[in-house]
């Protein structure tokens, strides 16, 4: 479902994705396998993405060292997550077009999900996680926020997660968090 709107002040979501699915049944798990990348034409281009690495890395790493409790669950400790450019590529074209295109979702307006686009800048994933947000906010709070929602806190913590890019256009903030395959 793609939201428009006229620019409110804040908004948050999540979406997650992961090789192995599992709905509230017995039937057993159904593993995905992504279908390889579309190539596209140059996944290098100048970015004007205005975040502080350095500091998103510390302020998730942080939390990711201690541990936290994501409403109910308590997350254990996870290992460091990693910058990747790959990520922050695919970060900074979603919030672009977010921004652009005046929508906030985690699909755009072909339909593709975060799975997609990392997959079109290069990197081959086997497990992937979202968040996005809106709003004028910095690095801290936009971790913050990130980090006082369930479902963003767990995509955070989770520890099947190693690398990570996150873009900002305008108010418009992507995170994106992934493994990727091994070998690869």
């Known amino acids: 479902m793609i939201v428009r709107f006229a620019r409110p002040a804040i908004r948050i979501a999540v ?10 049944s ?13 190539p596209i034409g140059d996944t290098t281009f100048v970015m004007n993405n205005p975040v502080n690495e350095a500091l998103l890395l510390s302020l998730v790493n942080d939390v990711r060292a201690k541990g936290c409790q994501c ?4 997350m254990a400790p996870a290992p460091p997550i ?15 077009d977010m ?11 072909q339909g593709n999900n975060a799975g997609k686009r990392i997959s079109r800048m290069g990197y081959f994933w086997q497990a992937w996680g979202e968040n996005i947000a ?6 801290k709070t936009v971790v913050e926020g990130w980090y006082k929602s369930v479902t963003h806190c767990k995509v ?15 108010n418009f903030w992507s995170q994106e968090m992934a493994s990727p395959k091994p070998g690869k």
């Not at 809106?134 to 690095?139: A, S």
Request: charged share 20%; hydrophobic share 35%; net charge neutral.
């Open 15 to 24: 979406c997650v994705g992961l090789l192995a699915c599992a709905a509230c």
């Open 26 to 38: 017995k039937e057993p798990l159904t593993l995905y396998t992504p279908p390889p990348p579309e």
């Open 71 to 74: 409403g109910d669950t308590f």
């Open 82 to 96: 990693r910058w990747n450019k790959a990520l922050e590529r695919a970060a900074y074209l979603h919030s672009q």
């Open 99 to 109: 921004d652009k295109n005046s929508y906030f979702s985690h699909n755009d307006l």
């Open 134 to 139: 809106l709003g004028k906010l910095t690095e």
């Open 156 to 170: 955070m913590m989770s520890s099947r997660f190693t690398d990570m890019g996150v873009a900002k256009v305008g």
